[in-house]
C-alpha cells in the first residue's frame, strides 16, 4: 500500500508536537506534504514556530511549514495557554527554529496541492480549530470533491467539554468553520475527547518515552509531563491525554480505534452551549450520517506504537 499523503493542520500544542512526530516517523505510511498551522493553542505566530521546532527536532527541515489563519471566522480567539504555557510548547528546552516559513499563505498551499494532485489522493489531519480548512473550502469550493479524507481531532459527547461544560477546545474556537466542515459532505473521521480520554500517558508510559534515550523520547516526556497537569487536576486522569496523536496513528493502523458512521452537528447559535458537536451516536434522530465519529481504541497498541515509532529518531 502506497503511503498516505497528508496535510497537517496544527496548532502545536505539546499533543500536536507529538501527532506530527509519529506522522514524521512513519513515512512507509504516511507521506507529510506539508504543515499548516493555525491559530488554536496559542496565537498563530508561536503555531508556526512551534511547527518548525518540532520539524527540525524530527531532522525533517524538507517538510514545508507554512502560516495560517490567525483568528477565527468572525469570532475573537481563545487560545489555551492555560493547558499549553505561554510557549504552547513548555516543558522541554528546545531551540528557536532555523527552517524558514514558507511565504505562500496555508490556505492558498492546501488549494494548490488538492488541485495540483489526483482527487482523492490527499487526506487532511486537522489537529487544531478547523478555520484553515473551512476557509480553503469557500475560497475554492471545487476542492471538497478531491479531498481521499478529512481525519480530525475534536468534539466531544459522552465526555462533553474541556473548554466549557460542552464543547471540545478546537471546535469551541471556531463553531462556524467546523459547522462548514461537517456540512461538507466530504469522508470525516473524528477523533473526539470520547476516546482521546482514553490515550492517558501513564507514568509507565511517560517512563518508556525516557527509557528511550534519545532527544526526541526525553522532549516528548518533558511535553508530556508538563501537558498533563491540567488534566489531572481537571479530571483527575491518570496522565496527559494524548488527544492529536489519535489522528496520526488513526492512518497507520486504524484497527487500533472502533466508532459509528452517525450525524454529528455543530452548535453555532446558542452562547450556552456554543461549539457543541451534537453527535447522534444513538441515532435517536433521523439527520443522516455524516461522520465516522470514533469512541474506543486499544490503548495499549496505541501506546506500542507511538513508542516504537518514536524509537526510530
Ligand atoms: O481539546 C483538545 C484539542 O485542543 C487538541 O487538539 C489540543 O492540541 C488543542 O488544540
Ligand atoms: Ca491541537
Not at 482523492?120 to 475560497?139: R, V
Not at 522532549?219 to 491540567?230: G, L, N, Q, S, Y
Not at 447559535?269 to 447522534?280: I, K, W, Y
Request: proline content about 7%.
Amino acid at each position: 500500500m502506497p503511503a498516505k499523503k497528508i496535510i497537517i493542520d496544527t496548532d502545536p500544542g505539546q499533543d500536536d508536537a507529538v501527532a506530527i512526530l509519529l506522522a514524521l516517523a512513519s513515512p512507509d505510511e504516511i507521506d507529510v506534504l506539508g504543515i499548516t498551522a493555525v491559530a488554536g493553542n496559542v496565537p498563530l505566530d508561536l503555531t508556526q514556530k512551534n511547527a518548525r521546532i518540532i520539524c527540525e527536532l524530527a531532522g525533517r527541515t524538507d517538510v514545508p511549514v507554512f502560516s495560517g489563519c490567525d483568528c477565527p471566522i468572525g469570532r475573537t480567539l481563545v487560545t489555551a495557554e492555560h493547558v499549553h504555557g505561554k510557549t504552547g510548547l513548555d516543558g522541554p528546552v528546545l531551540p528557536d527554529p532555523q527552517m524558514p516559513l514558507q511565504d505562500l499563505h496555508a490556505v492558498d498551499f492546501i488549494i494548490q496541492t488538492l488541485r495540483e494532485h489526483p482527487s482523492g489522493t490527499i487526506t487532511l489531519c486537522p489537529l487544531g480549530p478547523l478555520t484553515n480548512i473551512a476557509t480553503a473550502l469557500t475560497k475554492a469550493p471545487d476542492i471538497a470533491k478531491k479531498i481521499a479524507a478529512i481525519v480530525l481531532m475534536g468534539g466531544a459527547y459522552f465526555e462533553v467539554g474541556n473548554i466549557t461544560p460542552t464543547a471540545e477546545f478546537n471546535i469551541y474556537v471556531d463553531p462556524e468553520a467546523a459547522d462548514i466542515v461537517f456540512r461538507s459532505g466530504i469522508d470525516i473521521t473524528v477523533m473526539p475527547l470520547d476516546v482521546t480520554h482514553k490515550a492517558l500517558v501513564t507514568k509507565s508510559r511517560n517512563d518508556a518515552f525516557r527509557a528511550l534515550g534519545t532527544q526526541v523520547g526525553n522532549a516528548v516526556a518533558e511535553m508530556t509531563d508538563f501537558f498533563e497537569r491540567f488534566d489531572k487536576e481537571k479530571y483527575g486522569s491518570a496522565g496527559a491525554p494524548l488527544h492529536d496523536p489519535c489522528v496520526t496513528a488513526y492512518l497507520i493502523q486504524p484497527e487500533l480505534f472502533s466508532g459509528r458512521y452517525i450525524n454529528v452537528e455543530i452548535e453555532t447559535r446558542s452562547e450556552l452551549t456554543r461549539g457543541m458537536s451534537v453527535a447522534d451516536w444513538w441515532r435517536v434522530t433521523d439527520r443522516p450520517a455524516n461522520a465516522t465519529y470514533i469512541g474506543d481504541l486499544d490503548a495499549n497498541g496505541f501506546f506500542n506504537l507511538l513508542t516504537d515509532r518514536l524509537s526510530r529518531f
